[in-house]
């Protein structure tokens, strides 16, 4: 094409009959192309108009596409900055760059290569004014617009703890995901979230971003929309610009994105899609699968090229994972083939329950081992974050090195360090790390002052801080409503302390979570990860089931904490099945195939046939990440939250060719069962009932030390001084109340008439001679 590098609108001008500097001329033939199989090839050539490529897993995706982008810029048909190429990581990226740097044998530079984000934010920097912006505008962070809706729900004198800034944040994110800026909804969008006034705080939440010059990541999509559809000529500039559109992973573009990607395309319709609907498992990001089911009707005339040749996986493997798969209605179509032999078919283990289960999977990990697999070659992909506390348990029990992908450890959890604080102060009152770590969490606005004044008088009396706070509460030193938040939680602590002798340690965990407050915080939080917090939560209750009392669990986490320090170059994966897409080992161990964990309750509860679909799509991942072996295994029984249930086969094992599956003798025990879900004991209690653990009623506790009940009040024994430093009569001065006069020492506390602040009540520490105030 003569007029392939017209003068660029955006960047520098490249000469209409020269290639960029260092792209080599169109040769006789072309040798990149060599090794690629027919559908590859064609993928690669068919450079005109919509395409469409179907890349199965294992398929050769990224060589089709790098090799594309290269052959654009060889046979001359665009410039590097004439090709917009999307990826949906950064790393995606880098790599795209790197490998088109092999094939050409040189760096390429100009490119317009990146996620989303990056291009649309360098678009918008162009055109900021044009939606009230500057070009240096900020892009914020998570915490960032978490404050900002903060200060919104104040000035509109919303509660705050009724609507979370979260959950309001989330449901705007949905909304931009959507493309809908706050001018296309209306105030009956939002339904009663707010109060009803959700689209409205919208509103100023967009509002305030302008008067801070600043966007958070959907504008700079829903931004860059706005500019193309309300100025004609700047879109014209990117149709001139972009002869070429290249998208990868398209399955996982949302509403925003295709919205995006189409109005771009509207010129030269060049574009072309790769993605894989079999591995659409992001439709809680906000993905909407349909954009990548609608692509012939949305781009008339397009080609479809569906790359079916796996080269990763044994033919047995494919088998299964293509049997099960065809089950989903919302597909395209396509089934995965290989050249290699059928290798072993998928082994379906049955066990008695989840410890047997770790424990089959520890012994067939070092069977492996031991006839030379390697430890990194090796995978168990969970469905959910909970089910690797058993694992990480049984490999540090064998000295398994192990590393958790996608996450921390089970017991280095956000979640599980809080819970074990909340533990191990009931347990021992005198752990003031422990304390300090969740006084405020949740919040309980018990500031930065107020602790100071907490370890002012610890130092000061060389006592433990829950002991200085038994102290400051029957004194002035704290405002009245922080002195009264203190005095409850210590008497919370005091109450489940004593119920340590009388109640199982598993129902009193459920019950300290549960009344201070701390499942609540993470029920009314609506971020993704949520759920999974929630989940892990309840693990935590029933890893507490194998011991006697609290003490012995808690020695058992030191233990195991210490023992995870350690760690070899060579480890198994432990990973969540939505952390390992776009990763292949040699063997795989997909744990938890029973109703209720997978395909997950909460996923059919909320969408139905969508849900379950989307939960097959993830079992074909897992599957299709093996490339010699994969194990199946499920268990008979699970122990949740501290109580058994039976557990019936996920229906995904039926949904597997029998011909592709080696079951164990055992595993006939359990055939044919799938299907019921697994009852009340899963799932049901978290999802139906107000509170997420339940309640246990009260029982009165022995006192602990220091500490007596009188009725419903609680007193702090006093401890004997040698000699008090203060005297009735004496002048004092406090930095708080100022200077007064000593009317009554009780200890080391003192009541004090100040001279404007009245009588008080103050810890002796906090005072000093008047004539040695400065």
């Not at 290269?70 to 665009?78: F, I, K, M, Y």
């Not at 240096?136 to 705050?160: M, P, S, V």
């Not at 591995?279 to 479809?304: C, H, K, T, V």
Request: hydrophobic letters at 40%.
């Amino acid at each position: 094409m003569s007029d392939a590098y017209d003068d660029d609108p955006l960047n520098h001008a490249v000469p209409a009959t020269d290639a960029p500097a260092g792209i080599p001329a169109v040769p006789n033939r072309f040798a990149y192309l060599d090794g690629l199989n027919p559908t590859q090839r064609a993928a690669v050539e068919a450079l005109d108009g919509p395409v469409l490529v179907l890349a199965g897993a294992g398929t050769g995706k990224t060589r089709v596409l790098t090799t594309r982008l290269a052959h654009l810029l060889v046979t001359r048909r665009a410039a590097p900055f004439q090709i917009l190429a999307v990826t949906f990581t950064n790393k995606a990226a880098r790599e795209m760059r790197e490998r088109i740097g092999a094939l050409l044998g040189m760096e390429v530079e100009g490119w317009w290569l990146g996620t989303f984000h990056a291009l649309a934010a360098r678009m918008l920097r162009r055109h900021a004014d044009l939606v009230g912006l500057k070009s240096n505008f900020t892009i914020l962070d998570t915490d960032d617009q978490i404050r900002l809706i903060k200060q919104l729900l104040e000035a509109a004198n919303i509660d705050a703890k009724k609507w979370p800034p979260r959950q309001i944040l989330g449901a705007i994110e949905r909304w931009k995901d959507r493309g809908l800026p706050p001018e296309k909804l209306t105030d009956s969008d939002g339904g009663d979230t707010a109060g009803g006034r959700l689209v409205s705080l919208y509103r100023a939440y967009q509002e305030r971003l302008k008067a801070l010059n600043a966007c958070d990541f959907g504008d700079l999509l829903l931004h860059t929309l706005a500019i193309f559809q309300s100025h004609p000529d700047v879109l014209a500039e990117y149709h001139r610009k972009f002869r070429y559109i290249l998208v990868d992973e398209y399955q996982d573009t949302n509403v925003a994105q295709y919205l995006w990607l189409r109005i771009l395309s509207q010129a030269h319709k060049n574009i072309c899609c790769v993605g894989d609907e079999d591995q659409s498992i992001y439709a809680w990001r906000g993905a909407e699968i349909g954009n990548i089911l609608r692509f012939e009707s949305d781009f008339p005339g397009a080609q479809i090229i569906k790359l079916e040749q796996n080269y990763r996986s044994t033919g047995h493997i494919l088998a299964a994972a293509s049997g099960l798969i065809a089950n989903n209605k919302g597909r395209l179509g396509k089934t995965l083939w290989t050249q290699s032999d059928g290798g072993d078919r998928v082994r379906v283990k049955a066990v008695w329950d989840g410890e047997e289960e770790a424990r089959w999977v520890g012994d067939e990990i070092e069977s492996l081992q031991r006839q030379g697999v390697t430890l990194g070659r090796m995978a168990v992909l969970v469905r959910a974050g909970f089910q690797t506390r058993e694992f990480e348990e049984r490999f540090i029990t064998l000295g398994l090195p192990y590393k958790v992908i996608g996450g921390p450890r089970f017991y280095e959890r956000q979640e599980i360090r809080d819970a074990l604080a909340y533990l191990r102060v009931t347990h021992q009152p005198d752990d003031d790390l422990a304390f300090e770590r969740i006084i405020n969490v949740p919040k309980r606005g018990i500031g930065p002052a107020a602790m100071q004044t907490l370890y002012q008088t610890a130092r000061a009396r060389g006592v433990p801080l829950v002991e200085a706070g038994w102290a400051l509460v029957e004194t002035d030193e704290l405002k009245p409503k922080v002195r009264n938040t203190l005095r409850g939680l210590l008497q919370d602590f005091f109450r489940w302390g004593g119920l340590t002798q009388t109640m199982p340690h598993t129902d009193l965990t459920r019950m300290i979570l549960d009344e201070s407050g701390y499942t609540r915080m993470w029920q009314e939080d609506k971020t993704p990860e949520a759920p999974g917090r929630l989940e892990n939560l309840k693990e935590l209750v029933t890893a507490m089931a194998d011991f006697e009392n609290l003490g012995g669990f808690l020695e058992h986490v030191s233990l195991v904490m210490e023992n995870a320090e350690s760690a070899g170059a060579e480890q198994v994966t432990l990973m969540t099945l939505h952390g390992a897409k776009g990763l292949e080992f040699d063997i795989v161990f997909l744990p938890g195939w029973e109703e209720g964990v997978f395909p997950n309750q909460r996923a059919l509860d909320e969408t139905g046939i969508a849900g379950l679909e989307e939960e097959r799509r993830l079992a074909y991942v897992g599957l299709t990440r093996a490339r010699r072996r994969a194990f199946i295994s499920h268990a008979a029984n699970r122990r949740l939250y501290g109580s058994w249930v039976s557990a019936l086969p996920s229906r995904f094992i039926d949904e597997l060719p029998p011909d592709t599956v080696e079951a164990d003798a055992d595993a006939g025990l359990f055939a044919g069962q799938t299907g019921g879900g697994m009852g009340s004991g899963m799932g049901g209690g978290f999802r139906d009932s107000a509170s997420f653990f339940r309640n246990v009623p009260n029982r009165q506790p022995p006192a602990p030390r220091g500490v007596t009940l009188e009725g419903t009040a609680y007193t702090v024994e006093s401890r004997p001084r040698p000699t008090a430093p203060f005297a009735k009569g004496a002048r004092v001065f406090h930095q708080k109340f100022g200077a007064g006069t000593v009317i009554g020492v009780a200890d080391d506390k003192l009541e004090i008439d100040f001279d404007h602040a009245g009588v008080k009540k103050v810890m002796d520490a906090f005072v000093v001679p008047a004539d040695q105030a400065e």
